[in-house]
């Protein structure tokens, strides 16, 4: 399939983002829960799809979160404390940045768990999520994927570019001799919480801007169908000429301009 051109992908996306935003007014009217979990191979895609999604939402509704390694006292919370606190409350929007799931995934492979937390976890999980659905959170959970080769390529990419290169970090680099062992992880981990309770969904983003489409569509397809009318507001006429700012303690700083 050939790479989805950007005129084609954006006229795609437009009515699917009025799709999420409508969504997004009756979760805050409703008082509903959405936690979405984008998990997946580096380099996948997984903040280019959370941008997508929240260019156009309302800030002060949705959180991105993703954390950092845990601290020596969260090492020694129960596994899931740390990301309790950050799941959402009546109205919100949570978008994980990877999840509970490390433990899974880089934590297993690279060594970073044992055999036995492992083997906990992926017991454990499934209950945790089960209580997180019974109490009324819509959860979502999405692994995004791509081939080693694709994985190489934005790698390189990330390394010549300097905006991107904060991407990288030495632990990327260390998985890229462990492509097989992450997709040994993930089919165990599938196997162990893909539950009809709360389901995962594999989504390719070798063509990322199509991965975004598929992902998107298929969550908005999911939510319950419910709209909520979005208001209208009326905009009067000034009672008079538009004022020009005045300016007396302070004024704005020179305007920028072009050096040369």
């Known amino acids: 399939m050939k790479p989805l051109k950007r005129k084609t992908y954006e006229a795609a996306l437009a009515p699917m983002l009025l799709e999420l935003d409508a969504a997004a007014r009756w979760i805050r009217h409703a008082g509903m829960r959405l936690l979405v ?25 949705f959180r991105v979160v993703a954390l950092p390694k845990p601290s020596e006292r969260e090492r020694s919370q129960w596994y899931f404390q740390r990301y309790v606190a950050h799941l959402p409350a009546a109205g ?17 492979v690279m060594g970073y768990a044992s055999e036995a937390e492992v083997a906990a976890f992926l017991q454990q999980a499934p209950l945790f999520e089960k209580l997180l659905v019974d109490d009324g959170i819509l959860l979502f959970k999405y692994w995004l994927t791509c081939d080693q080769a694709e994985q190489e390529a934005r790698l390189a990419e990330r390394r010549a570019d300097p ?40 989504v390719d983003f070798n063509d990322q801007r199509r991965g975004r489409l598929t ?14 009318p979005e208001p209208v507001f ?12 005045r300016f007396g ?3 704005p700083i020179p305007a920028w301009r072009a050096r040369g």
């Open 37 to 61: 979990v984008f998990e997946g191979r580096d380099t996948a895609g997984k903040g280019g799809m959370i941008k997508a999604m929240t260019e156009h939402l309302d800030t002060r509704q």
């Open 163 to 202: 905006l991107k290169r904060w991407k990288l970090s030495p632990v990327d680099l260390a998985a890229r001799s462990h492509y097989e062992d992450y997709t040994r992880a993930r089919e165990a981990m599938l196997k162990a919480t893909h539950t009809r309770h709360a389901p995962w969904t594999l």
């Open 215 to 228: 992902l998107l569509r298929h969550l908005l397809d999911h939510l319950p169908d419910t709209r909520v």
């Open 92 to 108: 919100e929007i949570v978008l994980m940045d990877r999840s509970w799931y490390n433990r899974a995934g880089v934590e297993k």
């Open 234 to 245: 009326e905009l009067p006429p000034l009672p008079g000429r538009p004022a020009r700012e």
């Open 249 to 251: 303690v302070l004024k």
